[in-house]
């Protein structure tokens, strides 16, 4: 028995057996692309990709272009999302819009905030097509039906986050929760609005969010987050990333920063 347990314990050590820090990452595709903004992924295997003026460019999982839309109006994207697949939503703080494309890029929704509503500072996509703004102006969490433009739900975060609101970065709801980020922290909300809990969180891109976890890069490594109890495990990378980013959705992983994009099969899938 006891040499069943050293023979166990040496095959752990020196060939990975059972670690679960170890993934294994199948390369697609990698492409080039200057003043690369925002990265979103859909079911379909589609990665979409905003530049600095706030086109938008469809490329399949080869790293094929099979899409682009340029905008009247240039000016960065501040948030992509594809995670509906049939609706691709764009929010841009420089002109205070919200965009709504079908999957082919087509523009379906166009709307600028204005009074009532103060300066947003992040937006995203909900359920049944709501939208969830954060309102820098009054520090304020609202939800929108944006075809009639009347607040669905109120929460004011600097009653509950305190300084915390002032530094809130990012919103994205996924899987019925409201994630909110600061430079420090997450916070969760469910989709009504209410408060669930907070804890620690290192990344500092865009949130990647995939099953029960968020991913981020740090110095090269991919941490991953369960965002249920906020535990981080550092994974092992087999080969290296230009990418100082990443999103996951459906079968692809991609790491990105704002010179291009690497596309490998989703390894958590």
């Known amino acids: 028995m006891r040499f069943c347990t050293l023979l166990l314990a040496y095959f752990i050590v020196n060939f990975g057996l059972f670690a679960q820090n170890k993934i294994e990452l199948v390369s697609l595709a990698e492409v080039d ?3 690369l903004s925002q990265i979103a992924i859909d079911n379909r295997e589609n990665v979409f990709v905003s530049d600095g003026s706030g086109g938008i460019y469809q490329f399949n999982s ?11 109006r240039q000016a960065q994207i501040t948030h992509l999302d594809a995670d509906r697949t049939v609706n691709i939503f764009a929010f841009s703080y420089d002109l205070q ?27 995203t996509l909900g ?32 009653l509950l986050l305190g300084e915390e609101a002032l530094d809130i970065k990012e919103i994205r709801e ?39 976890h968020l991913y981020y890069v740090i110095n090269g490594s991919l941490s991953q ?7 981080v495990e550092e994974l092992n990378l087999p080969v290296p990333i230009s990418g100082s980013a990443v999103q996951l959705q459906g079968g692809l992983l991609v790491f990105y920063n704002n010179i291009g994009f690497q596309i490998f099969k989703n390894p958590f899938r």
């Open 225 to 231: 987050q369960d965002y249920r109890n906020g535990k």
């Open 174 to 212: 996924y899987q019925n929760l409201l994630f909110v980020r600061t430079n420090a922290k997450v916070f969760l909300f469910d989709n009504q609005g209410n408060y669930l809990k907070q804890y620690a969180y290192a990344g500092k891109d865009k949130m990647a969010l995939y099953g029960s």
């Open 97 to 123: 819009e919200i965009s709504i494309f079908d999957r082919f890029l087509n523009p379906v929704v166009s709307k600028r905030f204005d009074s009532p509503i103060g300066l947003i500072k992040a937006a």
């Open 33 to 35: 692309l200057k003043g």
């Open 62 to 72: 080869q790293g094929e272009q099979i899409n682009h839309f340029s905008p009247s």
């Open 127 to 158: 359920n049944n097509q709501a939208v969830w703004i954060f309102d820098e102006s009054n520090l304020d969490l609202l939800k929108l039906d944006h075809r009639r433009m009347v607040v669905l739900q109120h929460q004011p975060l600097s």
